[in-house]
């Protein structure tokens, strides 16, 4: 099943997986396409890298006075519910003594499992509004990018964080680099000779500093195989360019 090529699908698929909200067999066979293929691991690391911030950035929020009254008017309203369904449920006087019908049909169980199921809702609206809440405050990813190989498979996804002048690489590909060689990441601004952003040496990924001026006039990114420690930054590449791609700007 190629999901890569539904961009809209691959992108709420992506997201629901960083969430927990991906279960079951639709988690274990998205976890299964994305071992395959590049593009969609690509995208879930990157939704992971979007969705962890906020459990770094995650002030105390209030809730707005018009949460509590709606949450009055919840518990209120399954009250009143209940006390109906008692009078409808209650039978007339009986002329010998009956039994119960036991737990199953006692009101008590089920005005206990309404009421739970009620804090079940009020809690998952509160946390929906700290996470809304995390999402507007928190410092959006401003770059994306992701490096593709000579035959446009992805390699390595990129991404900025604007805030603290950081970027993030992370390898998606399997390529193994020489214990003699780096990798070395270049800004590419046109008509103008390639801009080293750093020595890429963990061989999963690592962070850069960067500044989003440089990143604004480079439309695009790549990755050259250089010397152990990477060139001088003012001469361009001088291995070969093993991965490159497109910089897009993208609020999120």
Known sequence: MNIAANARLLALLSAAHALGTLRGGARRRFEAIAREQPAVRASALLWRER?????ELAPAVNPPAAVWTRIRNLVDADLQEARLAEQRAAPPAPTSPARTTGWWGSLAIWRGAS?????????????????WQQAREAQQVKYVAVLNDDRSAASMLVTFDAKHRQLTLQRVGDFNVAPDRSLQLWALPPGRTPQSLGVVDSPEGMRLAASAQVLKQAPALAVSLEPKGGVPGDRGPTGPVLFHGALIEKTL
């Open 115 to 131: 009421a739970a199921g009620l804090a079940a809702t009020v809690l998952a609206g509160v946390i929906g509004l700290q996470f």
């Open 51 to 55: 969705l962890t911030g906020f459990v």
